[in-house]
């Protein structure tokens, strides 16, 4: 029974820490990996509120450290993913039916323990098991999943004080419905905070989830749920499995209850998602949501009036911060031959003075990539660009895995603007530069908006503002997140909503009221107070006195 309107005022993004030396928060940091490193964890899946243990048992090591175990997690199969979707099932009406200040309350707590108990704990599990420096975790797992959870509670309650106008005589409402169903949210190795977002978001709309984490993500993701059900998350509203994806495909599209897919992966992946779920359209109670992010192949547009200190600046962290390994890095980049000489000297200066090796040592900017599957194929494009006379590498090219999967931040230079790390996403520290002559901006456009299959983000780097402009119009479909001067990473929740189109999503923008209408479905009702008692109307009057 509510007694009230509650209101939940827009918050404020969680302030970043730095880790300078000598700040209490590098100490905090520092002794919280020392702990992580000298603790095995055994992680079983969630089901029910229950843990899960199986016979398959994985071990996971850090990417940068391989000959080291920080855990081991159990991998499920049919009958767990079964067991998830029939406690989801079990939970929802009592979920659903929660007032939503209860609800909103798990979820502000969960963002106010990441925020303060769990902070540095939270954050060493993301450095160890993705590989991520001390920053790039802080934004991630502790920030960006904190404005999330708090932002979202704002966006919704701002969602249900949304209702129709009502005439004389009669009231109107919206009801914002949970899904009939169950929701699938299937998350990637690479932000912590989408992993944390994905089945979050549609839980807080009254849904309950099924939640099937990246195996590169698993150590990270235990913390998510350990918080979630300390500050608590009944049993059953969102399920955490560790199977194989073929596995959980077949059961999941397969069931009648399946209402919705929250995604982030690969446009391949996705796209056999979209066609399975369409090939199975008469099972389902409903036509399921289907939401995702996916690839992409950012562009860094440099006009001839570009700063070359901020083109250089906006390359090297947009490229290379977290070894590449984020959807939205700097993969590609359009140099005016007026200043790309320049560009790109103070760029490998910039380059040449990272350091690269473990998570522990606060001085390595790069780290390690998530895995040996992902280092071979970005070994393979740097191999393939070596033995290719139509491109120089003009940076790195080196890798080695024998101790971790280390990869130089390479820069290839090609004279082919349709060359295959300009057009295909290689997800790894991978920059493909192009040179064209500056006099011709305009024709460049059109070649970078047709260059690559995917729209995520982008960026125009100019000091003319008919340049800007002009940019900002003709690549208006070509990214989701545009940046003007800057680089094309780094979305902050609620100032920056991200998602694209093309190949890279259906652009439901997580961190926005957009994506929560996804996960709601609106029932209209209309209550008469004074209701007729004759079907006739004035008009059927006769004219007759």
Not at 19 to 46: C, F, H, N, W
């Amino acid at each position: 029974m509510n007694l009230g309107y509650f209101n939940y005022p827009q918050p404020a993004n969680e302030p970043v820490q730095h880790y300078a030396p000598g700040s209490p928060e590098r100490a905090a940091l520092k002794k919280a990996l020392s702990d992580a490193r000298q603790t095995t964890l055994d992680i079983p899946m969630v089901i029910g509120g229950e843990f899960v243990k199986t016979a398959k048992k994985v071990s996971i090591h850090p990417p940068h450290e391989i000959g080291h175990t920080l855990g081991h997690y159990y991998e499920g199969g049919e009958q767990e993913i079964n067991a998830a979707i029939d406690a989801a099932l079990q939970a929802k009406e009592s979920w659903e039916n929660m007032s939503w200040e209860d609800r909103a309350g798990i979820f502000l707590k969960t963002a106010d323990l990441i925020a303060t108990k769990y902070r540095y704990q939270f954050n060493a599990a993301t450095m160890l098991g993705q590989s991520k420096n001390a920053y790039q975790a802080e934004i991630d797992s502790a920030c960006e999943l904190i404005d999330f959870l708090r932002y979202n509670v704002h966006f919704l309650s701002e969602i249900y004080r949304q209702q129709p106008v009502s005439s004389p005589g009669v009231h109107n409402r919206t009801e914002w419905r949970a899904l009939e169903g169950f929701v699938l949210a299937l998350t990637p190795f690479n932000f912590t905070a989408i992993a944390g977002n994905l089945p979050t978001s549609a839980a807080m709309c009254g849904n309950t989830v099924v939640w099937k984490v990246s195996n590169t993500q698993v150590y990270s993701a235990s913390w998510i749920m350990k918080i979630l059900m300390e500050a608590g998350l009944p049993a059953g509203v969102i399920n955490l499995v560790f199977v194989p994806g073929s596995t959980l495909g077949k059961v999941v599209f397969s069931h009648p209850d399946f209402a919705g897919i929250h995604f982030t992966g690969s446009s391949g992946v996705f796209n056999e998602i979209w066609k399975t779920i369409g090939a199975n359209m008469q099972v389902y109670k409903t036509y399921p949501r289907i939401v995702g992010e996916t690839g992409g192949k950012d562009f860094v547009m440099v006009h001839k009036s570009a700063d070359v200190a901020v083109t250089a600046t906006a390359l090297a962290r947009g490229a290379f911060e977290f070894q590449g390994q984020k959807c939205s890095a700097a993969s590609r980049a359009y140099l005016p031959s007026n200043i790309a000489e320049d560009i790109k000297a103070k760029l490998l200066e910039m380059v040449q003075s990272f350091k690269m090796g473990g998570v522990e040592d606060f001085g390595n900017f790069i780290n390690a990539v998530i895995d040996e599957k992902s280092f071979d194929k970005i070994a393979a494009y740097i191999d393939s660009a070596s033995n290719d006379e139509k491109v120089k590498i003009i940076a790195g090219g080196k890798y080695d895995k024998s101790k971790g999967y280390f990869i130089e931040p390479t820069i290839i230079e090609t004279s082919d603007p349709e060359y295959v790390t300009m057009c295909e996403e290689i997800f790894g520290p991978v920059l493909t530069i192009y040179v064209y002559d500056a006099d011709k901006f305009e024709e460049t456009l059109k070649l970078v908006n047709g260059t690559s299959p995917y729209a995520l983000t982008g960026s125009i780097i100019a000091r003319d503002r008919d340049a800007i402009a002009l940019a900002t119009s003709k690549l208006r479909h070509a990214a989701g997140n545009f940046y003007i001067n800057d680089k094309p990473t780094g979305a902050v929740v609620g100032q920056q909503p991200f998602g694209g189109a093309r190949a890279s999503g259906t652009n439901d923008k997580a961190g926005s009221m957009i994506n929560l209408y996804r996960w709601l479905s609106a029932r209209t009702i209309k209550e008469t107070f004074d209701p007729p008692v004759d079907y006739g109307y004035p008009f059927l009057a006769s004219d007759e006195a």
